[in-house]
């Protein structure tokens, strides 16, 4: 990752100072190896239920803050997927959370399918309320890291799906493969070139299920796709465990309404000890001048969250004004600068491709 650092004088302020997060592709190739089991799950049962979460503002409401379990509260919810060449789609009783197909575009000289790569979902285990989704385009160098790091980040516990569609094991490093094994996978270090794979679990504590399709053996290298998965399983809602000991404390209820509406944040939303990005530094210098910084993201907000902590570490960084501005509508963005006490601009002005 890349920091770019560009000035903008204005009348009434100096200067600001513009932090923006850019990729870096690096050739580093991951490993492939094949794998001839397949599996099959089949639907059990169905649950009418609505799963809603609109932010620190919504209808969202946890245990922790409300001390009793509804008698009403559904027991289980049905997840159904669907993995195919052509995208990914995944239903909680029945109402579309996560929806990525054809998302073909041009690319250079060629095409590429910007829909394939691993999808990340991870729902509450308490309620099924989604708190973060996304892909990973794992056919492009060095994004096995960020791959990585969302998964240490996300907390114990939670309900994680991972769905790899086509050429998603491209760059996938030995060390993603060992960690998604660490979680239970039996099938993630013999994953090939255009396998379909559909992955859920506790975190760092049960498989709920694993699914599989692989191109026979003789036909793999001219395969360009491979049989859908289509899925549906049942998945219990968990009444215990996982709420903080610092739930309770009347200064965190922010935060702590945050970490149980949001996820991806790692020690931020730690049980044990979680960390601060706010830091009381004296300064080393005289200051001169204040200069406020505006930190500009579409998406990646536990990056931005790390990058508050560091200027606030550094001398005078506790004292400097900082605004976060976003590339489109984003609840999460708000939220968290309600969290950070820091302001957020949304900025939506779509552009149509190739435009």
Not at 43 to 54: A, C, F, K, Y
Not at 304 to 312: E, F, P, Y
Not at 324 to 343: K, S
Request: proline letters at 4%; hydrophobic letters at 40%.
């Amino acid at each position: 990752m890349t920091l770019k650092t560009f000035h903008v004088f204005g009348a009434n302020i100096a200067l600001f100072v513009f932090i923006i997060y850019a990729e870096v592709n690096q050739a580093v190739f991951g490993r492939s190896t094949q794998l001839i089991t397949n599996n099959n799950i089949n639907i059990l049962q169905d649950q009418n239920r609505s799963l809603e979460g609109d932010g620190l503002n919504g209808k969202f409401q946890n245990n922790f803050l409300s001390n009793a379990v509804s008698q009403e509260q559904p027991k289980t919810f049905v997840l159904e997927a669907a993995i195919s060449s052509a995208g990914v789609t995944v239903k909680t009783d029945n109402k579309e959370i996560y929806h990525m197909v054809n998302k073909t575009i041009p690319w250079g000289s060629t095409t590429a399918r910007v829909h394939a790569g691993v999808h990340l979902i991870v729902l509450h285990q308490k309620s099924g309320l989604v708190l973060r989704r996304g892909n990973f385009l794992t056919w492009q160098p060095e994004v096995h890291k960020q791959l990585l790091q969302a998964l240490m980040d996300i907390k114990r516990g939670r309900l994680l799906i991972l769905l790899g569609s086509p050429e998603f094991t491209q760059f996938l490093s030995e060390e993603v493969l060992e960690y998604i094994e660490s979680l239970g996978s039996n099938y993630v270090k013999g994953l090939t070139l255009h396998d379909q794979w559909c992955f859920i679990g506790w975190k760092g504590e049960k498989v709920l299920y694993e699914v599989l399709t692989t191109a026979k053996v003789q036909n793999r290298l001219n395969a360009r796709d491979v049989s859908p998965i289509r899925m549906h399983c049942v998945v219990p809602i968990l009444k215990d465990g996982h709420e903080c000991p610092w739930y309770s404390d009347e200064n965190m209820r922010i935060r702590a309404k945050f970490c149980e509406t949001y996820d991806g944040y790692g020690d931020f939303c730690s049980c044990d000890n979680p960390w601060s990005p706010n830091f009381q530094i004296n300064s080393v210098y005289a200051e001169t001048d204040i200069i406020p910084l505006a930190i500009v993201t579409s998406r990646r907000l536990p990056h931005v969250l790390r990058q508050v902590g560091q200027i606030r570490r550094s001398p005078g960084g506790s004292d400097t004004p900082i605004t976060i501005f976003v590339d489109g509508y984003n609840a999460e963005a708000r939220d968290l600068g309600q969290v950070l006490g820091i302001p957020v601009v949304e900025h939506d002005y779509p552009i149509l491709i190739g435009k």
